[in-house]
């Protein structure tokens, strides 16, 4: 099987450079190991979270060289943001930026910064000074009403829980898929408990999944108010639905999807990558390959018996900018997050100290960074796509 360009995994990174390449004519084969980590993804797009500054683009202009975000010489930070939101847009799903960062609500009714969301996410601004009612669900474990509203104490004016019958038993896909079916008679038992005066209501994110726009359409009609969603334990609806847009929009483009390839590993001929064989022995041959499998914590990178981390798929070099053997869980955290593979600004990493010329790095699997404190998973994962995609179709086009 011979293509233009092989991506490597299930991560948002993968989906965006898969779909990148696909709307510029190059052929591209996405080998997906999994489902991905969209499953658990809080629903927005993060760029990075620091108290300096409400505008990300700035502080991302001042971070150390090493950084995923100094890797991206030549591409436009805004300029890719808005290319992924015109993505979602032209799914008919549009997302929100207002070119700052916004305060998303948490189940716990912390804010954290988001730059860009789907227009359900409960942001503060929703919330702060109105008259909120937040919905708790029966037969529903994953979202805690009771949290939210304690968190919420002091920035509504007034904060009801109504009790209302699940709409399905189970998790929040199974409650969203039951949205799908119908939800006029659970719309209107919501509505019926409404105090007065209600501004906004708040509901876990379950409205919906494969029609989330027209059961948030009929919520909004029905309850006669603003209706928002707040981001549940897994699995996350609103990851879901991103994957499933990407996905969808992938197959339009006609990309090659093969999901559940296992056991990948590259053969190589000198400084390149000349394919990928799996563990059925299918072998897949590519010019240029794009890494996006993710970091330790999603299966991209491992971690062997004596907190030594090692690439499997390419058999890239790894650093570890801290030891794996402290003994804080936060500390511990830190360092499986800062590991990765060190590349130079075109994103190629190295092979026992010789750099790969057709293998582009991208997303988690990146060293030198932290996710999860900087709030800039989808921002690195956006940027370094497109910056690998565009290098990869440069690459097919010199024939090199």
């Known amino acids: 099987m011979k293509t233009d360009v092989i991506v ?14 696909s709307t510029k004519g190059v052929g591209v084969r996405l080998l997906m190991p999994g489902a991905g980590s969209l499953h658990y993804s809080a629903g927005g797009l993060g760029l990075f979270n620091s108290p300096l500054s409400d505008d990300p683009l700035q502080i991302t ?41 916004a305060a998303a609500v948490t189940i ?9 969301y789907p227009s359900s996410l409960a942001l503060a601004d929703d919330v702060m000074g109105k008259n909120v009612a937040v919905v708790a669900l029966s037969e529903y474990a994953d979202f805690m009403p009771h949290l939210l509203a304690e968190g919420l104490s002091d920035k509504a004016r007034s904060l009801k829980i109504i009790d209302v019958r699940s709409p399905a038993s189970g998790d929040s896909v199974r409650q969203a898929q039951a949205l799908d079916r119908g939800c006029d008679v659970f719309f209107d038992g919501v509505r019926r408990g409404l105090p007065s005066g209600t501004e906004c209501v708040v509901f876990p994110a379950i409205l919906g999944l494969e029609r989330h726009r027209q059961v948030f359409e009929n919520a909004q009609t029905t309850l006669g108010t603003a209706v928002r969603e707040i981001a549940t334990l897994p699995p996350s609806v609103f990851g879901i639905r991103l994957y499933r847009l990407l996905l969808s929009a992938l197959q339009l483009a006609g990309a090659n999807i093969h999901q559940n390839v296992r056991d ?6 000198d400084d390149q990558c000349r394919s990928l064989v799996d563990d059925k022995n299918n072998e897949y041959y590519a010019s240029q390959f794009i890494a996006a499998c993710g970091g330790v914590m999603l299966g991209g990178l491992q971690v062997g018996p004596e907190n030594i981390a090692n690439e499997p798929t390419f058999g890239l070099d790894v650093i570890q900018t801290r030891p794996l053997d402290v003994r ?42 932290d996710p999860v404190r900087e709030l800039s998973l989808e921002g690195v994962a956006v940027a370094t796509a497109l910056k690998a995609a565009n290098l990869a179709r440069e690459g097919v086009l010199s024939g090199t």
């Not at 490597?8 to 390449?21: I, K, M, R, T, W």
């Not at 990948?264 to 001929?269: E, G, Q």
């Open 8 to 21: 490597v995994g299930a991560e948002l990174e993968a989906l965006v450079a898969a779909l990148f390449l």
């Open 61 to 101: 202009s001042q971070l150390k060289s090493g950084h995923p975000y100094s890797k991206i010489a030549g591409v436009d930070l805004q300029a890719a943001v808005r290319w992924f939101l015109e993505c979602l847009a032209n799914t008919g799903n549009p997302w929100v930026c207002s070119q700052t960062n």
């Open 108 to 116: 716990s009714g912390t804010p954290a910064a988001v730059y860009a």
């Open 264 to 269: 990948l590993r590259a053969v190589y001929v």
């Open 328 to 369: 804080s869980p936060g500390l511990v955290q830190h360092a499986l997050h800062t590991l990765g593979v060190e590349t130079d600004t075109s994103l190629r990493g190295t092979r026992e100290g010789t750099c790969i010329k057709n293998v582009y790095v991208t997303g988690t699997l990146l060293a030198n960074w």
